[in-house]
């Protein structure tokens, strides 16, 4: 389906700064959130009568793409964490980095 090709083929706009071969992949759940925004918005099209689906069917629908994990994520025990923070002198960064590590907060998102 030409759709699948699509999200098969769409890629970073940066570079990051993982293993070579998934520097320009996007994430299968990156993939699969878009195949989600494009299936409500021929739901809404077809609720607003701006697409009429053949047989009642969504075509996004019938789109296959999985949101399973590519690697595992890196956990940190409580003492890893806590020796990271001992390790940090300016006060700001410190609170900076407890904030992080007690509210899950993604590297990307610090």
Same mark, same amino acid.
């Given at each position: 389906?030409?759709?699948?090709?699509?999200?098969?083929?769409?890629?970073?706009?940066?570079? $990051?700064?993982?293993?070579? #071969?998934?520097?320009?992949?996007?994430?299968?759940?990156?993939?699969?959130?878009?195949?989600?925004?494009? $299936?409500?918005?021929?739901?809404?099209?077809?609720?607003?009568?701006?697409?009429?689906?053949?047989?009642?069917?969504?075509?996004?629908?019938?789109?296959?793409?999985?949101?399973?994990?590519?690697?595992?994520?890196?956990?940190?025990?409580?003492? #890893? +964490?806590?020796? +990271? +923070?001992?390790?940090? #002198?300016?006060?700001? +960064?410190?609170?900076?980095?407890?904030?992080?590590?007690?509210?899950?907060?993604?590297? $990307?998102?610090?």
């Amino acid at each position: 389906m030409a759709v699948e090709k699509w999200l098969r083929s769409l890629r970073k706009l940066e570079p $990051s700064t993982t293993a070579p #071969e998934k520097q320009d992949k996007l994430a299968p759940a990156t993939k699969a959130k878009l195949r989600n925004q494009m $299936s409500c918005v021929f739901r809404r099209a077809a609720r607003n009568g701006l697409y009429h689906p053949r047989e009642g069917v969504n075509p996004i629908s019938l789109v296959g793409q999985g949101s399973k994990r590519v690697s595992e994520p890196d956990i940190l025990t409580l003492a #890893e +964490i806590r020796s +990271i +923070i001992d390790a940090i #002198e300016p006060p700001a +960064i410190k609170l900076m980095v407890i904030v992080a590590a007690t509210t899950a907060l993604r590297r $990307s998102e610090a």
